[in-house]
T-cell receptor
Framework: GAVVSQHPSWVICKSGTSVKIECRSL??????MFWYRQFPKQSLMLMAT?????????EQGVEKDKFLINHASLTLSTLTVTSAHPEDSSFYIC??????????FGQGTRLTVV | GNSVTQMEGPVTLSEEAFLTINCTYT??????LFWYVQYPGEGLQLLLK?????DKGSNKGFEATYRKETTSFHLEKGSVQVSDSAVYFC?????????????FGAGTQVVVTP
């Protein structure tokens, strides 16, 4: 199957700093990527849809100024958590669409804000 | 709104036992339904899908039938192996353009012992 890679796999940062998470489609081009957030023992919650060359579409309740998304190429989308706080600690997962059908997921990034 | 409810885990089974994971959904319109699996340390992978009522998705010995009358998409496998130990996510998509925008259940951890 297609490969989507996230980097880093885990990160610890200090409160007030910003963290960038990368999502790459390694063997296909993805015009659309998605960012999810998962709390412990809860389901994945869609945060935003990332479209190559245009602004991301955020789900209701997601702060776009807090979670900056950039999809500058057909193989890379980035999520930047700005001015991170402990409540932003979570597991962040991206997916990329190949064609118009199946979504391929990254392995996730564990963010801990201390 | 749309939602997916699946049974809580962990589910612990002996090898060769029968596995059922219940999944029910609430959705407007006619969703497509999915089961994703996440093996330890890996990203979510599509296990099977069904796009309309009465469709049966199947893969690797797993099956699930789209039941519109009971709004269910239960996952079954007749004889599990240790390698089936993973977290299983039921999901739906109501997006007519892409299966990437997904609503997930909370996930069910399955542990298969030798």
């Amino acid at each position: 199957g297609a490969v989507v890679s996230q980097h880093p796999s885990w990160v610890i940062c200090k409160s007030g700093t910003s963290v960038k998470i990368e999502c790459r489609s390694l063997d296909f081009q993805a015009t659309t990527m998605f960012w999810y957030r998962q709390f412990p023992k809860q389901s994945l919650m869609l945060m935003a849809t990332s479209n190559e060359g245009s602004k991301a579409t955020y789900e209701q309740g997601v702060e776009k100024d807090k979670f900056l998304i950039n999809h500058a190429s057909l193989t890379l989308s980035t999520l930047t958590v700005t001015s991170a706080h402990p409540e932003d600690s979570s597991f962040y997962i991206c997916s990329a669409i190949r064609g118009d059908t199946e979504a391929f997921f990254g392995q996730g990034t564990r963010l801990t804000v201390v | 709104g749309n939602s997916v409810t699946q049974m809580e885990g962990p589910v612990t089974l002996s090898e060769e036992a029968f596995l059922t994971i219940n999944c029910t959904y609430t959705a407007t319109g006619y969703p497509s339904l999915f089961w994703y699996v996440q093996y330890p340390g890996e990203g979510l992978q599509l296990l099977l899908k069904a796009t309309k009522a009465d469709d049966k998705g199947s893969n690797k010995g797993f099956e699930a039938t789209y039941r519109k009358e009971t709004t269910s998409f239960h996952l079954e496998k007749g004889s599990v192996q240790v390698s089936d130990s993973a977290v299983y996510f039921c999901a739906l998509s109501v997006s007519p353009d892409s299966w990437g925008k997904l609503q997930f259940g909370a996930g069910t951890q399955v542990v298969v012992t030798p």
